[in-house]
C-alpha cells in the first residue's frame, strides 16, 4: 500500500472571516524565537484544513479536513481558488470544541459576534450550541439557508445572532413563513412576524428585525457575482458583486422589545495572511489580535493539528 502524503496548496485566506484588517508585523530586527510563549495542547487532525470560523475566548474552531484520499492520486490535498471554491480531496466539516473529541457535523452554519454560540447543521437539524455550557438547541427549521432559491448569489446563513444572546431565524410551512426571535438563555422562542411571501434576507438588531420579502413566482435576479457557495467553501482572496438590476426585494421593520439580556463584545477574528508563528507554523487565524490559531508542523507533513498561541506573527521563518 503506498504511503499516503500530506500536502495542501491553499492560497491565501482573506481577512472576510468577521471583519477586515491585518495581523501586526514584528519589527523586522527583532529575534522573536527566543520569547515566544509556548502553544496551548494541539487539536484537529494531520491533515489539509480550510477554516470556517473560530473563538479563542470561547474556545471553539469550526473547520473542514481531508483526512481521506478520496481522489486515490496518492496524497491528501486540497486546492482553493481566489473565489473560494475548492477541489482536491473530499473535506468534511468538524466543529472542535475546547477539551472535546472533534464533531462531525454536517456543516457549519453561523456564529454569534461574541463567540459564545455557534449554529450548525448535525443529523439534518439545525444545531445552535452554547461553547460555555454545550448546551444544544434544535431549532425549527426546514433545512434551508435563507435565499438559497430565491437569492442564490447571495445566500444568507439561516441563523442571526444579536449581541444580546438572542437569534432569529424563518420558520417556513405550507401556511407561509414565521419569523422567530429566541432567547438563547431561557429558550423562549416568539414569533414576530408571519408572511406568504418568500423571505430572503434577515438581520436582528437590538430593537428590530429587518426583513427582505420576495413575491410568490420572482426571482432575484438582480445581484451578479463569481463567489461560489458550498459548505466547506474557503474565504475567498477575491470575488465580484455587483447589483445589475432593480432590487426586487421589498423591506419590512418589525419592531421588537428590548432583551434584558446584558449586551456582550464582539471577538474579532481575523483570516490568516499567509504569516507564520516564529517556529515556522502556519497561522491561521488571530483572535483579538492577540492570540494566533496556528497548523502546527508535524512529521506528516506542514499541515498539523491546530493550537492557538500569542507568539508572534512573521514571515520571516515560514517554511
Known amino acids: 500500500m503506498p504511503v499516503v502524503a500530506y500536502a495542501v496548496r491553499l492560497l491565501a485566506l482573506t481577512c472576510a472571516l468577521v471583519a477586515c484588517g491585518a495581523t501586526p508585523r514584528p519589527h523586522p530586527q527583532a529575534d ?163 408572511t406568504t411571501e418568500a423571505v430572503t434576507r434577515l438581520e436582528l438588531l437590538a430593537e428590530k428585525v429587518t426583513v427582505r420579502l420576495l413575491a410568490p413566482g420572482v426571482v432575484d435576479s438582480s445581484i451578479a457575482t463569481d463567489l461560489k457557495s458550498g459548505k466547506c467553501r474557503g474565504q475567498p482572496d477575491a470575488f465580484f458583486v455587483a447589483r445589475v438590476g432593480p432590487d426586487p426585494t421589498k423591506l419590512i421593520e418589525v419592531p421588537i422589545a428590548r432583551s434584558l439580556n446584558p449586551p456582550t463584545e464582539r471577538e474579532r477574528v481575523l483570516a490568516g495572511q499567509g504569516e507564520c508563528t516564529v517556529d515556522g507554523a502556519r497561522v491561521i487565524a488571530s483572535s483579538d489580535g492577540q492570540h494566533l490559531l496556528a497548523a502546527q508542523p508535524s512529521i506528516h507533513g506542514k499541515w498539523g493539528p491546530l493550537y492557538w498561541t500569542r507568539a508572534p506573527a512573521t514571515r520571516r521563518f515560514c517554511p
Not at 131 to 141: I, M, N, V
Not at 158 to 170: I, Y
Open 32 to 194: 522573536l524565537r527566543a520569547s515566544s510563549p509556548p502553544p496551548s495542547a494541539a487539536f484537529g487532525f494531520h491533515a489539509p484544513v480550510v477554516l470556517q470560523n473560530a473563538s479563542f475566548r470561547w474556545g471553539w474552531v469550526a473547520a473542514c479536513f481531508a483526512r481521506r484520499d478520496t481522489d486515490r492520486n496518492g496524497v491528501l490535498e486540497v486546492i482553493r481558488d481566489l473565489h473560494g471554491t475548492t477541489s482536491g480531496d473530499e473535506l468534511e466539516a468538524y466543529l472542535l470544541l475546547n477539551g472535546r473529541a472533534p464533531e462531525l457535523v454536517d456543516e457549519f452554519v453561523s456564529a454569534s459576534q461574541d463567540g459564545r454560540f455557534v449554529a450548525i447543521r448535525s443529523g439534518g437539524r439545525l444545531v445552535v450550541v452554547d461553547a460555555e455550557t454545550d448546551r444544544r438547541f434544535a431549532l425549527p427549521d426546514d433545512g434551508r439557508d435563507l435565499g438559497q432559491a430565491e437569492s442564490p448569489a447571495l445566500a444568507g446563513p439561516a441563523v442571526r445572532f444579536s449581541l444580546d444572546g438572542r437569534a432569529s431565524m424563518v420558520r417556513r410551512s405550507v401556511a407561509g413563513a414565521d419569523v422567530m426571535v429566541i432567547d438563547l438563555f431561557t429558550g423562549q422562542a416568539d414569533v414576530v412576524f408571519h
